[in-house]
């Protein structure tokens, strides 16, 4: 998610990083905790992601079943209180059901290629970063940005799909990878449907239910649109509606 990285041919299925570089699994707890610390009501889903450590991962990215993959080396080289950022970034493609809308898109609009695919992983993370950096999360140099392609803040990503804009951005943005919750399609590092580790749908709507009911409970709840999900402001109906598992561009 970060543009600070080195580029990397989408899809080649080369490791990103040198072999046998070891996983520093305690700093990438304690940067979970960090990130359950700042943003209390994001703790159970949060803390239902499975780690799996893969090399060929650009950074960290997430599938539908809410397992979470990492580079070693990008947990490495990246400060505990971003990492923390990255870790509400991943979980926020998952409470917005980025899989099912991204799919959902592509069926539509006939999309099958690896650029449109970038697009729609572009236009997720533009719906997410626009909202969840400060309060304690710091923002990463170079995380993509709406003003970047001169868009506001606050658009979802089906919205800024539909601009012309979001093609400028993608030769620099190759490398960049959140998964298969974050457009739809899956990646050649997944574990797919029948792998280990994923939540069932029972245990995905349990999750979605605790965070909504998590984001009810809080001061000022009621208002506001997606920033619960990430951070500032305050939940509005349609996003504890989305967290709960409604219907419509936000539920699952
Ligand atoms: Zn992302």
Redesign the pocket.
């Known amino acids: 998610?970060r543009a600070a990285v080195p580029a990397r041919p989408t899809g080649s299925g080369e490791p990103y990083e040198p072999p046998g570089l070891p996983l520093e699994l305690e700093k990438l707890l304690g940067a979970r905790l960090h990130a359950v610390k700042v943003r209390p009501y994001l703790a159970s889903a949060l803390f239902a992601l499975h780690v799996v450590e893969d090399p060929s991962v650009p950074t960290m990215a997430v599938d539908a079943l809410w397992r979470c993959y990492v580079s070693p080396g990008f947990v490495a080289r990246t400060p505990v209180e971003e990492l923390a950022g990255v870790w509400v970034?991943?979980v926020s493609?998952l409470l917005r059901n980025h899989h099912g809308r991204g799919e959902r898109y592509a069926r539509e609009q006939g999309e099958n290629e690896p650029g449109q695919r970038l697009r729609r992983?572009i236009a997720?993370?533009l719906e997410?970063n626009d909202d969840i950096y400060g309060d304690g999360l710091p923002r990463p140099a170079g995380v993509v940005l709406p003003p970047m392609l001169r868009l506001p803040d606050g658009m979802l990503m089906e919205e800024y799909l539909q601009t012309t804009s979001l093609s400028a951005l993608t030769p620099d943005l190759a490398w960049?990878d959140?998964g298969s919750e974050?457009d739809g399609q899956e990646c050649p590092w997944e574990l797919g449907p029948e792998g280990a580790h994923g939540l069932s749908r029972q245990q995905r709507d349990a999750v979605r239910f605790r965070v909504a009911e998590e984001i009810k409970g809080r001061p000022g709840g009621g208002a506001g649109r997606l920033a619960p999900l990430g951070g500032r402001g305050v939940p509005s109906a349609s996003a504890v509606a989305a967290v709960a598992g409604g219907n419509g561009p936000l539920g699952s």
Do not use: F, P
């Open positions: 998610m970034h991943e493609h992983n997720a993370d997410i960049l959140c974050a």
